[in-house]
């Protein structure tokens, strides 16, 4: 019967331990694949933000498809709520309905995007991934930390030409217009603006009385790049002109907020 030799721990078995320096050049190393990799992946949270924003306002935008085509090409009737460019889709729950006067009961567009109509279910449909509110306004420091979704229910205002009724003539103080009908568009669907990124209303505004510039830094430092949604259905990603002062003509070659397209001498508001 043999006899097992007992196991030797001799210095030649014993592993060698990291010298202080050998540990300090792995932990630089380390620091420099992070210090390297991070920016590339936030870059690629943002990329992921804006294609989901994307695809949400493809959505959107062909849900505004349907609703015409059911509704004669009749846009909204103006009078649907205080602020309906806010309010023609989203979900009901928001931080305070006292704020808009009147009660939210029915977001139209919800029931052409497979959303409850009443909105009662929360919406993420209208909801950017990269919402973060807005700088500069009262009523966000009125709910510390909100975000556009939370404070309206929709992330994705529309172009308020589209809810403010026919243009065709002038109307006595109060009187609502009748509503704008898609024959009233008379530019390319291409470039007519149906809505975008919060920051599309607010890119180069004058400051507020408090002399705050309200700001949706969602998608660049500078606040200027969003995703606009177009009659067409298609979404680009676009770097807006600043507005330079208040009335100035909403329109470029690459989008327009005017229901017709301007002459060059008037596109300046001249």
């Known amino acids: 019967m043999s006899v097992r030799k007992p196991v030797s721990f001799g210095s030649s078995h014993c592993q ?3 010298t202080l320096i050998e540990l300090l050049v792995v932990v630089a190393i380390i620091a420099l694949l992070i ?9 690629a949270r943002a990329q992921a933000y804006r294609t989901k924003c994307a695809t949400n306002q493809r959505q959107i935008a062909a849900g505004w498809t349907y609703y015409l085509e059911d509704h004669n090409d009749f846009f909204m009737w103006p009078g649907i709520a205080s602020n309906p460019h806010y309010f023609f889709g989203g979900k009901k729950e928001i931080a305070d309905y006292s704020l808009y006067g009147v009660p939210l009961e029915v977001r139209p567009l919800n029931q052409y995007v497979s959303l409850d109509p009443s909105g009662n279910k929360a919406a993420e449909l209208f909801h950017c991934p990269a919402d973060n509110g807005a700088k500069g306004f009262q009523l966000y420091e009125q709910f510390p930390g909100i975000t556009t979704y939370d404070l309206y229910g929709n992330c994705y205002p529309a172009n308020g030409t589209i809810m403010h009724g026919r243009p065709d003539r002038a109307y006595m103080k109060d ?5 704008l009908r898609l024959v009233d568009v008379r530019i390319p669907p291409s ?3 149906l809505g975008g990124d919060q920051q599309h209303l607010l890119v180069g505004k ?3 009385p408090s ?3 309200p700001r949706a830094i969602w998608h660049d430092k500078e606040g200027t790049h969003v995703n606009l949604a177009f009659l067409d259905a298609h979404v680009a990603y676009i770097n807006m002109k600043p507005r330079a002062r208040v009335g100035e003509v ?6 327009s907020y005017e229901l017709e397209w301007l002459l060059p001498e008037e596109e300046d508001g001249g």
């Open 35 to 43: 210090s390297i990799l991070i920016p590339s992946l936030r870059q």
């Open 191 to 193: 470039l007519f603006v």
């Open 211 to 213: 002399g705050r510039v």
């Open 175 to 179: 009187e609502h217009r009748p509503p």
């Open 250 to 255: 909403d329109q470029t070659g690459n989008y």
């Open 16 to 18: 060698r331990a990291f």
């Open 206 to 208: 004058s400051p507020l």
